[in-house]
Structure formats: structure tokens, C-alpha cells
T-cell receptor, first 114, second 116 residues
Framework: AQSVSQHNHHVILSEAASLELGCNYS??????LFWYVQYPGQHLQLLLK??????LVKGIKGFEAEFIKSKFSFNLRKPSVQWSDTAEYFC????????????FGTGTRLTVIP | EAGVAQSPRYKIIEKRQSVAFWCNPI?????LYWYQQILGQGPKLLIQ????????DSQLPKDRFSAERLKGVDSTLKIQPAKLEDSAVYLC??????????????FGEGSWLTVV
């Protein structure tokens, strides 16, 4: 069975600090990987996704994530956070072939202090 | 392009009452999902439709939850009777075709249910 672990439940950073949120998944085969963000009172929005190719993927708003297959990880990074990045971040995975839906982690709440 | 529409946004009901949530996916999206997100947890799939057929309902508590997508567009999720542990956000999402094609899943704003 697939599962996704996000070990950081709540991260508090000052503006301009660097961010790295951990995501590990358990599945031995080919996967598609996603990071979604949920700003307060808003719906889930896709930040970035990895399907194949370059393991370093760039998303919106300066976010990037690196897929390390040997570590079953897909950590999210941003070199300098802003107050507006305060949100909940969810890592999600779907296993191939034929998987039709996403398995989500429990989420990491990011609070950025001005 | 309009997003995934859901209603109502908020609902408070007493336990053992019933509730229904409605979803209108993005136009042209054949795949529709209902997820349940309990506070402090990530979304969990309840049911997935491809057009008007059910693809996966293995996580749907069928003794109290039901969902339909009769014409392959709008969908309704019903809970009857509700329990306290059903308090959650119910997210509707849609996608153009099967996930393996690489298309993105788009989420609605969710319907917040509180059962008292």
C-alpha cells in the first residue's frame, strides 16, 4: 500500500529564511509526486509535480522540489520565504501503472513571521 | 476557465441527520473525486468517478455515505445518518482523464461539515 510521510507538522520561519519541508513515500515502483498548497480559507492548489525526467522540478512562486529515488523522498524547498507563503503544504503521491488517485501526507503548516 | 464549484460551503447538523453536498467539476473533466479531509490530516479519497461510472469506492463508508454522478457532470455526496466523526471538509476535485496521463487534479474550495 502507498503511504506518504511528512515529518514536520508545524514550521515557523522568519521572512527571508530558507525552507525545506520533508516528504517520504513508501512504494517500490514508479510514482508521480506532487506538492499542493492550501492558503488560509482557500482551496488546494498545485505547487509543482514530478512525472519523469529531471528530478529537480521547479514550481510556482519560487518553490522547487527534488526527487531522490534512492531515498524515496520529494522534499520541497524555497531559498527565501515570504510572509505570503504562510499556508499548509501537502505532499501527495500516486503509484503507476494505473493508479487513479492521490495519496496525501498529513500536511505541514508553515508560519512565516514578518 | 471556471474552477470546481461546491456547495454549500458550510453546514452544521445534528448527529443522525442527513446532509448532501453538490459538486460541479471543471467543464470537460471526465474524472471526478470526492475526498474527506479531517482536521489535522491530509485529504483521503472517498470515491472516484469516470464519467458516470464508479472507478473506486473502496474507502467510502457505504452504510452511511452515498454518491452519484448520474449524467457524468455534476455529482452529489450524501451522508445519512451523520456521526460526530464525519465532521470534516469534503473536497471535490476533477481531472481531464486518468491520472497516468499526467493531467493535474483541480480541487474545489470544499464543503465544511460540523456534526454536533
Amino acid at each position: 500500500a502507498q503511504s506518504v510521510s511528512q515529518h514536520n507538522h508545524h514550521v515557523i520561519l522568519s521572512e527571508a529564511a530558507s525552507l525545506e519541508l520533508g516528504c517520504n513515500y513508501s512504494y517500490g515502483g514508479t510514482v508521480n509526486l506532487f506538492w499542493y498548497v492550501q492558503y488560509p480559507g482557500q482551496h488546494l492548489q498545485l505547487l509543482l509535480k514530478y512525472f519523469s525526467g529531471d528530478p529537480l522540478v521547479k514550481g510556482i512562486k519560487g518553490f522547487e522540489a527534488e526527487f531522490i529515488k534512492s531515498k524515496f523522498s520529494f522534499n520541497l524547498r524555497k531559498p527565501s520565504v515570504q510572509w505570503s507563503d504562510t499556508a499548509e503544504y501537502f505532499c501527495a503521491v500516486n503509484a503507476l501503472p494505473g493508479a487513479n488517485n492521490l495519496f496525501f501526507g498529513t500536511g505541514t503548516r508553515l508560519t512565516v513571521i514578518p | 476557465e471556471a474552477g470546481v464549484a461546491q456547495s454549500p460551503r458550510y453546514k452544521i447538523i445534528e448527529k443522525r441527520q442527513s446532509v448532501a453536498f453538490w459538486c460541479n467539476p471543471i467543464s470537460g473533466h471526465a474524472t471526478l473525486y470526492w475526498y474527506q479531509q479531517i482536521l489535522g490530516q491530509g485529504p483521503k479519497l472517498l470515491i472516484q468517478f469516470q464519467n458516470n461510472g464508479v472507478v473506486d469506492d473502496s474507502q467510502l463508508p457505504k452504510d452511511r455515505f452515498s454518491a452519484e454522478r448520474l449524467k457524468g457532470v455534476d455529482s452529489t455526496l450524501k451522508i445519512q445518518p451523520a456521526k460526530l466523526e464525519d465532521s470534516a471538509v469534503y473536497l471535490c476535485a476533477s481531472k481531464r482523464t486518468g491520472l497516468s496521463s499526467g493531467n493535474t487534479i483541480y480541487f474545489g474550495e470544499g464543503s465544511w461539515l460540523t456534526v454536533v
